[in-house]
C-alpha cells in the first residue's frame, strides 16, 4: 500500500465519488446523507480540487495496486490566531479494504504533514461511539466533548458528535 498527497485530482475524480459513495451508503458519518446522488458527490469532491489549488488544504490518498482505498484530509486553519491549528477531516476506507490498518497509516501520514506545515495542534470529530473512536484514542486524541443530536443521519435520527484534540 502507498500514501500519497494528491495535488489535483483530474484523473481520481471517478474513483473518489466511487470512495465517497461506499462510505456514506456504509454508514459513515461525514457529511452526507445515502442515498447519495452522483452529482452531489462530484460537486463535493470539484470543490475540494479548489481547495487545494487555494492552498488551504492536503488531501492524502492510500492506494494499491493503482486503486484508490482510502482518503484523508488536512484542513488548515487561515485565521492568525489559529496558525498552529489543523483539521483532520473525511477519513474514509473503502469497505473492501478496512481492517488493514489503512485508516491508521493514513492518520501517521497526517501528523508528519501537519508537522512539517509547523502546525501543532490537530483537531477532529467523529459521531459519538463510532468505531473510529476507538483508532483516534489509540492513537493519542484526547477526547474534548461531544454535542447530542449534532448530525442527522441517513436514517433520520441525530446522532451526538464527540471532539478530539492532539498536541503534536
Given at each position: 500500500m502507498?500514501?500519497?498527497q494528491l495535488n489535483t485530482l483530474s484523473e481520481s475524480y471517478d474513483e473518489l465519488v466511487?470512495?465517497?459513495?461506499?462510505?456514506?451508503e456504509s454508514g459513515a458519518s461525514i457529511g452526507f446523507l445515502a442515498p447519495l446522488d452522483a452529482g452531489e458527490a462530484e460537486?463535493?469532491?470539484r470543490g475540494v480540487a479548489?481547495?487545494?489549488?487555494?492552498?488551504?488544504?492536503?488531501?492524502?490518498?492510500?492506494?494499491?495496486?493503482?486503486?484508490?482505498?482510502?482518503?484523508?484530509?488536512?484542513s488548515y486553519c487561515q485565521k492568525k490566531n489559529g496558525s498552529h491549528r489543523a483539521e483532520v477531516e473525511k477519513l474514509m476506507v473503502h469497505t473492501a479494504f478496512r481492517q488493514r490498518g489503512i485508516a491508521q497509516q493514513l492518520m501517521t501520514e497526517v501528523e508528519?504533514?501537519?508537522q512539517a506545515n509547523q502546525r501543532t495542534l490537530?483537531?477532529?470529530?467523529?459521531?459519538?461511539?463510532?468505531t473510529a473512536s476507538i483508532l483516534?484514542?489509540?492513537?493519542?486524541y484526547q477526547e474534548a466533548g461531544h454535542i447530542?443530536?449534532?448530525?442527522r443521519s441517513s436514517t433520520g435520527m441525530l446522532d451526538g458528535t464527540t471532539f478530539f484534540y492532539k498536541f503534536l
Open positions: 502507498k500514501i500519497e466511487a470512495l465517497l459513495n461506499d462510505s456514506v460537486l463535493y469532491w479548489e481547495n487545494l489549488a487555494e492552498g488551504g488544504r492536503t488531501l492524502l490518498i492510500a492506494s494499491e495496486a493503482g486503486r484508490i482505498t482510502g482518503t484523508v484530509q488536512i508528519r504533514q501537519v490537530l483537531v477532529l470529530d467523529t459521531r459519538t461511539n463510532d483516534y484514542r489509540k492513537l493519542g447530542p443530536q449534532f448530525a
